[in-house]
């Protein structure tokens, strides 16, 4: 029986989880945590060995590489033991240690699926933003240590975006927001292909809500175990979170019926095995909320884009477009829009963006994208810097409801009329106008 007769192997590699089992199954055979547990005293026994011993090294190294765990048992052999050490292969969905992401797939294909690799394809599956070298190393390990017959890296927003439909017409064009344990991609996928130059990535994950909601039950003295907090704080999250639609309602709710929203947690400490039981209160719905207020989490999740839209070219001059869009755009955030009434004039930068593109088309080279070489070029366009002041200030007077235009009104606000523009990762043209322009002109 070949390979082609018997079902593929479906690994997806997240973060904090991994899933795998055959293809056409319903739902994974093993959802695990992605985590290895080395024993120590094996790693350093081998280290401190000399030369001369070369037998006892050589021991120590053997045993080392066969006394590991993965998941769950990995996350238990570290609470119970001082001698086991974890070690998390993936960070923020990129590999980073590769040794350690083999054992465990080590682990995953011969302890839990038991299956012989020689005898399956495998499906792999990657962040959106992985390096073309890491399909390189992928390759190579299933390839050179497993032996397997055939190999398909597939980006994990891809798959979503085909298993989110339920009939057999599957339409792959659409939008995934992909919110993970260690990064949040909005994946733009167009006919099965992903758009790369518009993903977008966003610096909040799964496990900053575990961070937050540990942060809140430690601020708050409850009593948790610090080898243990963690773990719960991640059980508290994938138990009794849930995202609320007022934040100040649901406030009142906990402090008008507290015995009805409070939970009871109860566990066993690991060292001890003294029992232990905490309460779960704001952080079931405060933790979730970071995705959505991410200031309550860190002030530098904070970002000035939303506060500054400043409407650019042409075809923005008919008459109220800027009041239509702040109105779309008041549902989404809380916006300031700036709009020009006459975008002819002043000091504008055009910016182009010129694409290369470079084959890898040799070896395992075969897995990768095509990289993108990025390369912006610059222009500076200098035109009646007089014109397009005036048009600045028939914009503010008239978002002051004014009815006609004072210059005084103008020159009162000083250097507090600042105009200016933030557009990281967005390759668009905005107008930049510093107050020195207006002084000079009104002097």
């Known amino acids: 029986m070949d390979a082609a007769s018997r079902p593929a192997v479906v690994i997806d590699n997240g973060t904090g989880y991994t899933k795998m089992g055959f293809s056409g199954n319903v739902e994974p055979c093993f959802i695990v945590p992605t985590v290895v547990a080395v024993n120590e005293s094996f790693l350093n026994q081998s280290r401190s060995s000399n030369k001369a011993n070369w037998l006892a090294q050589y021991s120590a190294g053997v045993m080392a590489d066969l006394d590991f765990f993965i998941g769950e048992e990995a996350l238990s052999r570290s609470r119970s033991s001082s001698t086991y050490s974890l070690s998390y292969p993936i960070h923020e969905g990129q590999v980073e240690n590769w040794d350690t992401m083999e054992r465990f797939w080590q682990q995953c294909i011969f302890n839990y699926l038991r299956c012989d690799p020689e005898d399956h394809y495998f499906l792999l599956t990657e962040s959106p933003l992985t390096a073309p070298e890491s399909r390189e190393y992928s390759g190579e390990i299933m390839f050179e240590t497993f032996n397997v017959p055939g190999l398909y890296i597939a980006v994990q927003p891809v798959l979503a975006l085909a298993a989110g439909y339920t009939t057999s017409k599957c339409e792959m064009t659409g939008v995934v927001v992909d919110v993970g344990d260690g990064a949040t991609h909005v994946v733009p996928v167009a ?91 704001y952080e079931r719905f405060l ?33 109220d477009f800027h009041r239509r869009l702040q109105r779309d755009l008041k549902k989404i955030v809380d916006a300031r829009i700036v709009a020009s009434e006459a975008r002819h004039g002043g000091e504008v930068k055009l910016m182009w963006l010129v694409t290369l593109y470079k084959d890898l088309q040799f070896g395992l080279g075969v897995l ?58 967005f390759n668009i043209v905005l107008l930049v106008i510093h107050p020195s322009f207006i002084q000079t002109w009104l002097s």
Not at 292 to 316: A, K, M, Q
């Open 191 to 281: 006919e099965g292909y992903v758009i790369g130059n518009s993903i977008k990535s966003i610096p909040i994950s799964g496990k900053d809500v575990t961070l937050f909601i540990q942060k809140l039950m430690k601020e708050r003295g409850e009593n948790l175990p610090p080898e243990d907090s963690f773990e719960v704080a991640r059980k508290v999250k994938e138990m009794y979170s849930y995202t609320c639609s007022d934040i100040v309602k649901e406030f009142n709710k906990y402090d008008k019926e507290p015995n009805k929203y409070i939970k009871q947690w109860t566990g066993i400490k690991p060292k001890t095995g003294a029992p232990y039981s905490c309460d779960i209160g």
């Open 368 to 425: 990768c994208w095509h990289p993108h070489q990025n390369f912006m070029g610059h222009a500076t366009q200098k035109q009646n810097t007089r014109n397009m002041v005036q048009a600045f200030a028939e914009q503010i007077l008239y978002s002051k409801e004014c009815t006609e235009m004072h210059i005084e009104e103008l020159y009162d606000l000083g250097e507090n009329f600042e105009l200016f523009s933030s557009v990281k990762h």
């Open 287 to 319: 933790g979730p909320e970071i995705f959505f207020n991410p200031e309550i989490y860190s002030s530098e999740f904070t970002t000035p884009l939303p506060d500054n839209i400043v409407l650019s070219g042409g075809s923005t001059m008919s008459k």
